[in-house]
C-alpha cells in the first residue's frame, strides 16, 4: 500500500532505488523503447544511476511486505511500471 507518494527536488546526490530493474533485466535491449525511454535510460547510466542534485525525482512511502522509503528517476519509474519489470 502507497502512504506517500511526492516529487521533491534533490539537495544531494541519491541512489536512484529503481534503476537496479533495469540494470538486472536479462534482455533489457528487448524491450520496445521509445526513444524518449531510452533516452531517458542512456541519462539515468551516465549519471551512474542517481538523482542528481537539482533533479526532480519521485519520494514514496510504502509498506507491501515492509515499510519503505524510495526514492526514484520518474522516467525511470514509468519504464518499470509501463513494462512491468516489478514483476520479473
Known amino acids: 500500500m502507497i502512504l506517500k507518494q511526492t516529487i521533491h527536488k534533490a539537495r544531494?546526490?541519491?541512489s536512484c532505488?529503481?534503476?537496479?530493474?533495469?540494470?538486472?533485466?536479462?534482455?533489457?535491449s528487448e524491450l520496445p523503447l521509445t526513444k524518449e525511454e531510452l533516452l531517458a535510460v542512456e541519462k539515468a547510466?551516465?549519471?551512474n544511476w542517481k538523482?542528481?542534485?537539482?533533479d526532480?525525482?519521485?519520494?514514496?512511502?510504502h509498506t507491501f511486505e515492509q515499510f519503505s522509503v524510495?526514492?526514484?528517476?520518474p522516467k525511470i519509474f514509468d519504464?518499470?511500471?509501463k513494462y512491468?519489470?516489478?514483476e520479473q
Not at 538523482?51 to 537539482?54: P, V, Y
Not at 526532480?56 to 512511502?61: A, F, G, L
Not at 524510495?70 to 528517476?73: A, P, Q
Open 12 to 14: 544531494k546526490d541519491y
Open 84 to 86: 512491468k519489470l516489478y
Open 17 to 28: 532505488d529503481v534503476c537496479h530493474y533495469i540494470l538486472n533485466l536479462y534482455g533489457f
Open 45 to 47: 547510466k551516465s549519471n
Open 70 to 73: 524510495l526514492k526514484m528517476i
Open 51 to 54: 538523482i542528481l542534485k537539482g
Open 56 to 61: 526532480k525525482y519521485i519520494y514514496q512511502v
Open 79 to 81: 519504464i518499470c511500471i
